[in-house]
């Protein structure tokens, strides 16, 4: 499949790093925080925690967007009580509950359209992957890098904890999955840990067909596939906070989807972007 042409952008600064000349000047990138979340009262309030002492630590003010997929426990209450207790600029995007696939594409959509950040960042809102680990990133000049975590045991001096014997068997399923239908070397395509240049955002989200949970795996196809943009291994390490919400069913799901997302490369529905029906969604600040 031939690539599709997008207009790149000059290389810019990289948080964290050593700052990059752009338009005849230095400056330092910017990141949206786009943190999917269902049910997630119990743990809200320490990824926000988390988030606030990152900032503070690194002295920026970057927009927080929490992307709630139809939540039943308050997580929306919870969040909003303590962004305002820890002086965070919590945005908020509300959606009728579809999954975590659909509330992502939708959210990235309309932050990328909102915002005029460098980056947009997906972080899942348990904590489990803490924004923190974004100073592990060796970052790249060039500004079309998509940014993905992979999981390990330690890095940095941070201790981690590997996944169950089932999900290291679901991962292991996903991956050959993905090396044989998709062509992807990446190990972890499912790390809720991702950056991706906000310039992009539309060529990328706007192309997603699949609402399940191989939607990780169909961006990076399309991202490599045909956008043609560079993918860059972060390894992060993951500190499981409660049990997983994924059930052993869904590597069989999965196994299916992906076949399906393969059918679609094979078809050529990727080569332009979709205008799938905008989902009703109220953003709102605290």
Known sequence: MSGVNVDDRDSRAVPGGSPVASAGHERRASIAVVMPAYNEADRIEQTLASIARYFGEHDVDWPIVL???????????????????????????????????????????????????????????????????LDHISWSADARTIYIGRRVAETHGSQGV???????????????????LLGLSYP?????????????????????????????????AIATRVLRLPVQEVEVTWQPRGESKVGASAMLVSGLAMLGVGVRFRLGLYDRPRRPKPARSRLSST
């Open 67 to 133: 992307a709630d997929d139809g939540s039943t426990d308050g997580t929306v209450e919870r969040a909003t009580t303590a962004a305002r207790r820890l002086e965070l600029p919590l945005r908020l995007l509300t959606f009728e509950h579809r999954g975590k696939a659909a509330t992502v594409r939708d959210a990235m959509l309309a932050v990328a359209a909102e915002t005029e950040v460098d980056y947009l960042m997906m972080l899942d809102a348990d904590d489990e992957l803490p924004i923190s680990q």
């Open 162 to 180: 590997m996944p169950t014997p089932l999900r290291r068997l679901m991962s292991g399923t996903m991956r050959l999955a993905s090396r044989v």
């Open 188 to 220: 972890d395509t499912q790390c809720g840990f991702k950056l991706f240049p906000r310039d992009y955002a539309r060529a990328l989200f706007g192309r997603q067909w699949t609402t399940g949970w191989v939607f990780d795996a169909e961006l990076l």
